[in-house]
């Protein structure tokens, strides 16, 4: 892995794992960070096609999780995606989001890391759930 990597990596699980774990107490405020990740990632300001869709799913597992409709979520699984989500809201991160092209790659480093190490549960609620919400329209917005 780049040593960039590693750094961006290494700033991610101090600093954004800490707050996750925090914030996972209040699904009210993991509500509030879910609707504020999904807005900047389909406005067009913070695009990053490569993960894109599997970031949509997993925000979307996120959102099924905090209303109860979907608790097969691991502990662990739920640490990764709100501290991602965390780490992806936040303008100041390791680079910031206001150096065109540059302040999107730390986050997408980050997503997609987090992305490759739940993959399986992505992939298990893609089969259990997601595709029936999207059969029926009823995908949160």
């Known amino acids: 892995m780049l040593t960039s990597a590693k750094a961006i990596l290494k700033l991610f699980s101090t600093t954004a794992l800490v707050r996750a774990s ?3 107490k209040n699904t009210k405020n ?6 504020t990740a999904s807005k900047e990632i389909h406005s067009g300001k913070k695009k990053i096609l490569s993960i894109q869709n599997d970031f949509t799913v997993l925000l979307v597992m996120l959102k099924a999780w905090v209303k109860g409709d979907y608790n ?13 989500l965390i780490y992806f809201v936040n303008p100041f991160d390791a680079v910031p989001d206001m150096i065109p092209a540059l302040g999107l790659l730390d986050d997408a480093t980050v997503i997609g890391f987090v992305v490759a190490s739940i993959r399986e549960d992505i992939q298990n609620f893609r089969a259990r759930k997601y595709t029936h919400l999207k059969k029926h329209n009823q995908l949160p917005a």
Not at 30 to 35: A, F, Q, S, W
């Open 72 to 84: 097969e979520v691991p502990c662990m699984t739920l640490l990764l995606s709100t501290a991602a």
């Open 30 to 35: 993991v509500n509030e960070l879910i609707d």
């Open 22 to 24: 925090g914030l996972l």
